[in-house]
């Protein structure tokens, strides 16, 4: 059985992943983060309304559970304002 048996990508709507992995018995025991700088390629800067090459931070993060496994992986872009 895959970890993610039984999720319902339709059911998550805005609720937390974390929350919907949870009622699947994957409940998260630690997570790590990475924070570096990056440069925007032109897909975020137009997000961003920042010009392409624009400095941001980036936070990579992984939740693990209690055997290890990746259970969730996030990437989050910030302006330097």
């Keep these: 059985a895959g970890l993610l048996d039984g999720l319902d990508p ?3 709507g805005s609720g937390a992943v974390l929350d919907a992995l949870a009622e699947l018995g994957q409940v998260g025991a630690g997570a790590e ?3 570096a700088g990056a440069a925007a390629d032109p897909e ?3 997000a961003l309304g920042l010009p ?3 400095a941001l931070t ?3 993060r992984t939740v693990r559970n209690a055997d290890g496994v990746a259970i969730e992986f996030s990437r989050s872009l910030y ?3």
Aim: avoid cysteine; hydrophobic fraction near 50%.
């Design 44 to 46: 975020v800067a137009a």
């Design 79 to 81: 302006r330097p304002d």
């Design 10 to 12: 339709a059911a998550l």
């Design 33 to 35: 983060q990475f924070l």
């Design 58 to 60: 980036r936070l990579d």
């Design 52 to 54: 392409p090459g624009s």
